[in-house]
């Protein structure tokens, strides 16, 4: 009964996950909360990047941008909201989350179309190169901006607010994070059986037998890629609100490679993969950084294995030790 | 008769080498066009350029009076145009019903929906299985097309070009690679759909294609060098020098 495994799989994970505040008050780690919140922000973005990197075969290495763009609409708004100058001469900014993270989600729409459209005319490295090039350039954008902190980046005081609800508490905002997170993977498991998804992975295989049935690769492309940037930008708005700060980082390449080895270290093109992969990441960078100084060392390590042995990431390997306990 | 695909002066050159030479073709109602020539003559190559995967330098090519010239492949295909493919271009990860299932698909409007789990449309698997059972494939439903043998795969790629509702299918080799018995039954498959569509078959299997062609174009270095009924060809001296290999007489 694989259905009844997986949903109780489900369930457990679920009660663990609403539970977890509650245990760590107990045990006196309140802060793993906040490490958890930021395993399902960075379980979005992975999430977000595997529409694009698994399920369309669209391997980008520019996804950092949307992350940091998210990031930087809710820190402009912010800035605006306090010293109450329109944005742009234009409209006010704001700290409520129903309109920032809505923003963030529709500029990297926005974004995403533009550098899709161009990015995907190529295809294999060069499309790895030009998406890479354009998440660079906004990165430059962003140091160069001072009005925005520059190379400093911009500090958001205080959280987003969101009415009824006090997002101030870690824990309140772990909830509302949660809450989000849930909703992004019942999209995508939606998502990965809906028309477009099967339009989408038969595109990664062979574009060429799509354009035999009557499809248009391209436009299919396309769409996968903007959901997948808007997607990252939501993560990247809630991660802004989560660390109350946005910086040019946030942009930067190596962010891109990180969200990349969150997809491959949890199982591309798998639903549960990328948030797998998101949590390990962020639970070894946080135990290796409290060991040493060099501890990406130790981080290339446990990638080389788990990439190496598994050849799945650790869905595949969640999967065989499950079929292994049925036997 | 009425011309179904109506091909006029289509060139194509790649560099200095001419593929296809000023090639006028025919292709009428519901019939069977064979297209053959020695290898090298491009036959694939004018496959190439009538399905829209290759653009032509020169020359019109009409579908049932519409010009297809400006249209994609994807296009094409919407207008009845449906195309095998000499190696079997299928969807090796998924499953065969998947495969026909996304054909038929295809032809149900745009795929811009992103929440129904189309795996439980009921109308599109019902339509596939007609087109899995008539390939005669119906035991294979679930397996992975990775895991199906070479001539299961041929079969598929007529299924899921069938799938498309096309007016003219372009088979390209269909026979390639296949098994005495293998060929048998994709004849027998083809000569079954004879009447229901056109069909413009590229093929080197020669029984295959003097019974099932109602007309046979010859091709020679991108040349249509004669067009007529099997029997005309069999006595086509030209033909014969060029390409059946008996000239030396």
């Known amino acids: 009964m694989p259905s009844l495994t997986r949903l109780l799989t489900l369930t ?170 849930a909703g992004c993977w019942w999209l995508m498991q939606r998502f990965a059986r809906s028309r477009f998804g099967l339009v989408l992975a038969g595109v990664r295989q062979s574009e060429r037998r799509m354009a035999a049935l009557g499809f248009t690769p391209y436009a299919y492309k396309l769409v996968g890629f903007i959901v997948s940037g808007m997607g990252t930008g939501l993560a990247g708005a809630l991660l802004a609100n989560h660390l109350r700060f946005v910086s040019p980082d946030m942009l930067h390449w190596t962010k891109s490679g990180e969200l990349m080895v969150m997809v491959v270290l949890g199982g591309v093109g798998t639903l549960s993969g990328p948030w797998l992969g998101a949590a390990a990441l962020v639970a070894l960078e946080t135990t290796f950084a409290a060991w040493s100084e060099n501890w990406q060392i130790f981080l290339g390590l446990v990638l080389l294995v788990v990439v190496l042995l598994t050849r799945g990431g650790l869905d595949r390997l969640l999967r065989l030790m499950r079929g292994r306990g049925a036997s | 008769m009425t011309s179904l695909l109506e091909v006029r002066g289509l060139a194509k050159r790649f560099g200095g080498l001419v593929v296809t030479d000023d090639v006028d073709l025919d292709v009428r109602d519901g019939e069977i066009h064979a297209l053959i020539g020695p290898n090298g003559a491009g036959k694939t190559t004018l496959i190439n350029q009538l399905c829209g995967e290759l653009p032509s330098d020169r020359g019109t090519i009409r579908l049932a009076d519409e010009m297809l010239n400006p249209l994609s492949v994807g296009q094409r295909v919407r207008r009845g145009l449906a195309r095998t493919f000499q190696i079997a271009q299928l969807l090796a990860d998924d499953t065969v019903l998947d495969n026909v299932a996304l054909a038929v698909q295809a032809r149900c409007g745009h795929s811009f929906r992103f929440l129904a789990d189309a795996r439980r449309d009921i109308v599109v698997r019902e339509a596939a299985c007609g087109y899995i059972a008539d390939a005669g494939l119906m035991s294979r439903l679930d397996e992975p097309v990775a895991d199906l043998s070479h001539g299961e795969q041929k079969q598929l790629e007529v299924a899921v070009a069938l799938a498309t509702n096309p007016k003219l299918l372009l088979l390209d080799e269909p026979m390639a690679g296949l098994g005495h018995g293998e060929s048998r039954q994709m004849v027998d498959a083809l000569g079954a759909l004879k009447g229901r569509l056109a069909m413009l078959l590229v093929e080197h299997d020669m029984d295959a294609v003097f019974a099932l062609a109602d007309r046979i174009s010859v091709l020679v270095y991108g040349r249509i060098v004669a067009t007529g009924t099997p029997d005309e060809i069999r006595d086509n001296a030209e033909v014969r020098i060029a390409y059946l290999g008996e000239g030396d007489s």
């Open chain 1, 12 to 181: 457990g994970a679920v009660a663990v996950l609403i539970a977890l505040p509650f245990v760590a008050e107990a045990l006196g780690t309140p802060a793993a909360t906040t490490l958890v919140t930021s395993m399902l922000i960075y379980g979005i973005a992975a999430a977000s990047l595997n529409l694009a990197l698994g399920y369309g075969g669209l391997v980008s290495f520019g996804h950092a941008a949307f992350l940091g763009l998210g990031g930087y609409v809710v820190g402009i708004l912010y800035q605006h909201f306090v010293s109450e100058a329109p944005v742009f001469g234009w409209f006010a900014g704001t700290n409520r989350l129903v309109i920032t993270v809505p923003a963030a989600m529709l500029v990297c729409g926005l974004v995403a179309a533009c550098i899709g459209a161009l990015s995907l005319r190529t295809s294999g490295v060069q499309f790895i190169m030009i998406t890479l090039a354009f998440a660079q350039m906004l990165f430059f954008l962003f140091v160069s901006l001072k009005a925005y902190g520059g190379d400093d980046g911009l500090i958001v005081r205080r959280r987003n607010v969101l009415p009824g609800i006090d997002t101030r508490d870690d824990t309140t905002f772990y909830f509302v994070c949660l809450a989000i997170a």
